[in-house]
């Protein structure tokens, strides 16, 4: 079936720094691509939609310029977290569906600490 | 109100239980519902469609009732690995973007 890949699964950073979280699709061509935050006990919320070929948009509340989102190709799509801070440490997925009406796989998740 | 509005729980069951969680939803232009489990500090998986007429597989019924705008899903004869959290997805037509309630937890104990 098809599978959406999220690289890193774990990453600790030091505040201030920025952290790269790259999301594949890797047996379908995704011209949208969504990145969610999870924080404990908390539903998933919606950050982004990541478009191929042109810029992202983003949900209220979610300040594009420290959330910078790349979809530079057909299958994959990245989430730059710059300058985190200890409030940025979340559980971050990506998602991306075949097609508009199946349903979405999800990649690994992301868990960000930043210390 | 929320557009997805889920019990927390946690349900808390014994092994060989019923169980069965509610999902409502606000916006009536939904068209496209689906429950999605997820285990701790993992991706949501898909774990069944939900269609008008309900569906069934294996120990999961999923329902659908559009004039009270909520979904349903039952766990027949639950087992150990059945503990997790379950999503309800709700997805309104003509948007490609789904709306996820905060999850049900379960604990099925011995």
């Known amino acids: 079936g098809a599978v959406v890949s999220q690289h890193p699964s774990r990453v600790i950073c030091k505040s201030g720094t920025s952290v790269k979280i790259e999301c594949r699709s890797l047996d379908f061509q995704a011209t949208t691509m969504f990145w969610y935050r999870q924080f404990p006990k908390k539903s998933l919320m919606l950050m982004a939609t990541?478009?191929?070929?042109?810029?992202?948009?983003?949900e209220q509340g979610v300040e594009k310029d420290k959330f910078l989102i790349n979809h530079a190709s057909l299958t994959l799509s990245t989430l730059t977290v710059t300058s985190a801070h200890p409030e940025d440490s979340s559980f971050y997925i990506c998602s991306a569906r075949p097609h508009e009406n199946t349903e979405a796989f999800f990649g690994q998740g992301t868990r960000l600490t930043v210390v | 109100r929320k557009e997805v509005e889920q019990d927390p729980g946690p349900f808390n069951v014994p092994e060989g239980a019923t169980v069965a969680f509610n999902c409502t939803y606000s916006?009536?232009?939904?068209?496209?519902f689906f429950w999605y489990r997820q285990d701790c500090r993992k991706e949501p998986k898909l774990l069944m469609s939900?269609?008008?007429s309900g569906n069934e597989d294996g120990r999961f019924t999923a329902q659908l009732n559009r004039a009270s705008q909520y979904i349903s899903l039952l766990i027949r004869d639950s087992k150990l690995s059945d503990s997790a959290t379950y999503l309800c997805?709700?997805?309104?037509?003509?948007?490609?973007?789904?709306?996820f309630g905060r999850g049900t937890s379960l604990i099925v104990h011995p």
């Open positions: 916006n009536s232009a939904s068209q496209s």
């Open positions: 997805v709700v997805k309104r037509g003509g948007s490609y973007i789904p709306t």
């Open positions: 939900v269609y008008s």
């Open positions: 990541s478009n191929e070929g042109s810029k992202a948009t983003y």
